[in-house]
């Protein structure tokens, strides 16, 4: 069997729903932000798969951004888990409920 | 290549730099005064960018069409600009109230660099990293204040909600990108019109919406706005009100007047705006009704402006944009107006209730005048900028419904206009507890300092200028929208 374009989709769109999926139903903050990172990288999949398939080079490029923000963003996503814990002793979703109407 | 045409760019983020180097050699005590320093030179920045001397104001692409200076970004930028000097005077104020000042102001500086990218963008990936330079410092600026609960909460409530509408956008990005092979919008714009039937092209459109709706708090996607508005340090909130908005407008305007605006003008999409433009403006009116809590209401406040905005964007011609840029320009000098009186009146308070205003009047006639003039032109009373700006953007989709003859139309201005009547309740109910509260408990005069009343007295007069004197601001905007489709 020849693997193409389509196989790679799957697996990319498959990653993007389990991750969305880990967003949404897991409780824990590390959990959740692991979740949004397995989402980035089935868009890193596609965009990549896409590269090799249309013979271009830019989505690959993209992917080299996407992975420096990502870095960036984790870096200040776990400081404040992190400092959300130290304050609280917990990093559950639902200990998140001091702003209520 | 044209590398001269990013020179305000460059020189905010050597501003930046210089702000958090200066930290190392200031003396604790006069870290607050740097304020000062970043506003003078994002004043000079602003000059040079209005007088046209060196390359500030320069038009044409540069890094292969990626970034683009035309109309539309000079508007937006000197709009940064200036909401950044604001936002630095209220900052100052505020200092007193945060560690590490100076980060602050630099994370602000950085913020703007990001805004004036954005208002650049002419590629999705220009797109992605202006956006996420902008959302990652405000992960920061939002929990700046670490020893409080409610920051570092609305920190993490935005990171995981921004984090998750930037693997939207990208995921949509990728499939653009996969189905069309191209990142630049001026070559997508060539080339849309041939995949308006294609499904994954479309779903791409609709993902990269979601990620820019997120920015601007639009229906469905405003759930983190007042959680975030109300833990975040108020000088941070004021910036997300306006700066954050601004710059997920412009990504907006660019996204679907200059990227798609075949599939922009196709039916279904003209219709989705309209149902998103007309609930937005009903949820955040309606949820704003029972707010007690001051900075929470100016939350659900901006959600329903995010909807009026959209009208503009909603109406698909030329003069709705124009009436965004004006709109987007009054909204700077009322909200900063109204965030600044906030800083200064709640500081000795806990609570940032409505009844903490109590007796402002008395306390100090100034900052009571600055935010019934705040209130009065975010419910859109004439003369102020507000009651303008709401006018132009009706009157554009008043101008949709004549041409297109799409009833949808109709239903949304009248949408409009009952939001419009919803919310006169909850910005009076502002006023009133400014002037006819019963028995005040504090009657001290509050003290201001010159820089405070600079700052009340110059968002005073743009809310005037822009509502009495529009042309000037109007023509502007309409030659600035001329490049879009």
Redesign the interface.
């Known amino acids: 069997m020849q693997v193409g374009l389509h196989h790679y989709?799957t697996v990319s769109i498959l990653l993007?729903s389990l991750?969305l999926l880990g967003?949404i139903m897991r409780r824990n903050?590390l959990v959740?932000?692991m979740s949004?990172e397995l989402?980035?990288n089935?868009?890193n999949l596609?965009?990549v798969s896409?590269s090799r398939f249309?013979d271009?080079l830019?989505?690959q490029?993209?992917v080299f951004?996407?992975i420096t923000?990502a870095a960036?963003?984790v870096a200040?996503?776990l400081a404040?888990?992190v400092?959300?814990y130290r304050?609280?002793q917990s990093a559950h979703v639902e200990d998140?409920t001091?702003?209520k109407? | 290549m044209n590398a001269s045409l990013i020179s305000l760019e460059i020189s905010v983020i050597g501003l930046g730099l210089v702000l958090m180097l200066a930290d190392l050699f200031m003396p604790a005590e006069r870290r607050k005064f740097l304020g000062y320093a970043a506003i003078a030179a994002l004043g000079v920045l602003l000059l040079a960018s209005f007088a046209g001397c060196g390359s500030c104001s320069l038009t044409g692409t540069a890094f292969h069409g990626a970034f683009v200076n035309d109309g539309l970004s000079l508007f937006f930028k000197r709009l940064f600009i200036i909401a950044a000097i604001l936002v630095l005077f209220v900052a100052v104020e505020f200092s007193d109230r945060l560690t590490a000042i100076s980060e602050y102001y630099s994370l602000i500086v950085f913020a703007l660099a990001g805004m004036l990218f954005a208002a650049s963008a002419n590629d999705f990936a220009m797109l992605f990293v202006s956006i996420e330079l902008i959302t990652i410092t405000f992960y920061v600026l939002v929990s700046f204040q670490r020893n409080k609960l409610a920051s570092l909460e609305a920190g993490v409530k935005y990171l995981i909600l921004g984090a998750l509408s930037s693997a939207f956008m990208i995921f949509g990005i990728a499939l653009i990108w996969g189905t069309t092979g191209q990142l630049n919008f001026t070559e997508l714009a060539a080339v849309a019109s041939q995949f308006a039937d294609s499904k994954i092209f479309l779903l791409g459109v609709l993902l990269v919406l979601v990620g820019l709706g997120f920015k601007i708090a639009a229906f469905p996607f405003q759930i983190w706005a007042p959680d975030v508005y109300q833990g975040a340090p108020t000088p941070t909130t004021a910036f997300l009100a306006i700066g954050s908005k601004a710059a997920g407008f412009v990504l907006l305007m660019r996204f679907l007047f200059s990227a798609i605006p075949s599939i922009t003008h196709s039916h279904a999409l003209s219709t989705m705006l309209i149902i998103v433009s007309g609930i937005t403006i009903l949820y955040g009116n309606l949820c704003a009704l029972p707010q007690r809590n001051l900075k929470r209401l100016l939350a659900y406040s901006s959600i329903s402006h995010a909807g009026y905005l959209l009208l503009g964007v909603a109406a698909l011609n030329a003069n709705g944009q124009a009436a965004i840029l004006y709109y987007l320009a009054g909204y700077l000098f009322t909200v900063l107006a109204a965030f600044l009186v906030i800083a200064l009146v709640l500081r000795q308070l806990e609570t940032e209730d409505v009844s903490g205003l109590a007796g402002l009047n008395q306390r100090s006639p100034l900052l009571a005048a600055t935010l019934t003039i705040a209130m009065v032109s975010l419910a859109g009373i004439p003369p102020l900028a507000g009651f303008f700006g709401k006018f132009l953007l009706l009157k554009s989709v008043v101008e949709a419904a004549q041409t297109t003859g799409n009833p949808g139309y109709y239903c949304l201005l009248f949408t409009a206009l009952v939001g419009v009547v919803i919310s006169l309740y909850y910005y009076f109910n502002v006023v009133r507890a400014i002037y006819w509260s019963k028995e005040p408990k504090d009657v001290s005069p509050i003290e201001m300092s010159g820089a405070a009343k600079l700052t009340a007295w110059l968002c005073i007069a743009g809310i005037f200028a822009l509502g009495l004197f529009p042309n000037a601001v109007l023509n502007f905007a309409l030659l600035a929208v001329g490049g879009l489709k």
């Open positions: 989709l993007f991750g967003v903050l959740i932000y949004l989402m980035l089935a868009a596609a965009l896409f249309n271009k830019d989505g490029v993209l951004f996407i923000v960036a963003e200040v996503g404040l888990i400092a959300l304050k609280r998140l001091s702003m109407l």
